[in-house]
């Protein structure tokens, strides 16, 4: 549900910076990609199997 | 560089993007390869490299809207390289079918990486940043008008597919069928 959400959100990104003010386009690409690194981090559990 | 370049080499960019996302459906309708989390999370940041050039064309270039298209190339190229290093010990047939030798996550790195160098390239040109309102369309003519609307349109058409393929829970980690159409069946 969150990456339909993500994707959601980035297409209001576009269409604000295609249509809307460039301030709010700015603040909710930043609120897009903060959620997009919490997200990562929120699947990034699994132990990367390395050996060096 | 002026400005009317600029942003024909943005409205391009977006051409490059919208590329990158039919792509991925291309993978995923005719190879019926659905994408995992991680696959998602890169193609959400691909569409988020294209909200910098949309700013470009609209407002004219700035410094800030390429360093917005950056810091999502830098994202994206964080992800890939999970998913490449999740599958790099010899042996692991790693995730989905490869193209050309490389898997989807391996050309999504490249592009990512490609990315990052093209922005920091454009960068160097600082005549792009000078007023320059007489030269400058309003939206960029069709060409960059066409651009913007194509990416918007497989961004949308995203938020279809991965409503389908996730419903209302969260992705499984290996997809192999539509939830919300296996529910419906």
């Known amino acids: 549900m969150e990456f ?49 | 560089m002026t400005q009317t370049r600029a942003i024909t080499l943005n409205a391009l960019s977006l051409y490059a993007v919208a ?3 039919a792509a991925a459906f291309a ?3 005719i190879l019926h390869e659905l994408p995992c989390p991680l696959c998602l999370l890169q193609r959400i940041l691909f569409a988020a490299l294209a909200v910098g050039p949309i700013l470009n064309i609209r407002f004219g270039p ?12 830098v994202a994206g190229a964080v992800a890939s390289t999970r998913q490449v290093l999740l599958h790099i010990m010899p042996g692991d047939a790693g995730y989905g079918s490869a193209l050309l030798g490389y898997h989807y996550y391996t050309w999504a790195l490249l592009g990512f990486i490609t990315a990052i160098v093209l922005l920091a390239a454009i960068l160097l040109f600082d005549r792009q940043f ?3 309102k007489a030269v400058l369309p309003s939206t960029g003519g069709a060409f960059a008008q066409i651009a913007v609307w194509l990416v918007i349109a497989l961004t ?24 919300l159409l296996k529910r419906a069946a």
């Open chain 1, 4 to 52: 339909t959400i993500l994707f959601l959100a980035t297409a209001i990104v576009m269409l604000i910076a295609w249509r809307g003010q460039r301030p709010l386009a700015l603040g909710l690409f930043a609120a897009v990609l903060i959620a997009c690194v919490v997200t990562y981090l929120h699947h990034a559990t699994d132990t990367l199997k390395l050996s060096f």
């Open chain 2, 62 to 73: 700035r410094p800030s809207h390429y360093a917005m298209s950056l810091l999502a190339a």
């Open chain 2, 156 to 179: 949308a058409a995203n938020v279809v597919t991965t409503l389908l393929e996730c419903g209302f829970g969260a992705c499984a980690d290996n997809p192999v069928v539509y939830e």
């Open chain 2, 27 to 29: 993978a995923q309708f």
């Open chain 2, 19 to 21: 590329l990158v996302l």
């Open chain 2, 130 to 132: 000078e007023e320059d």
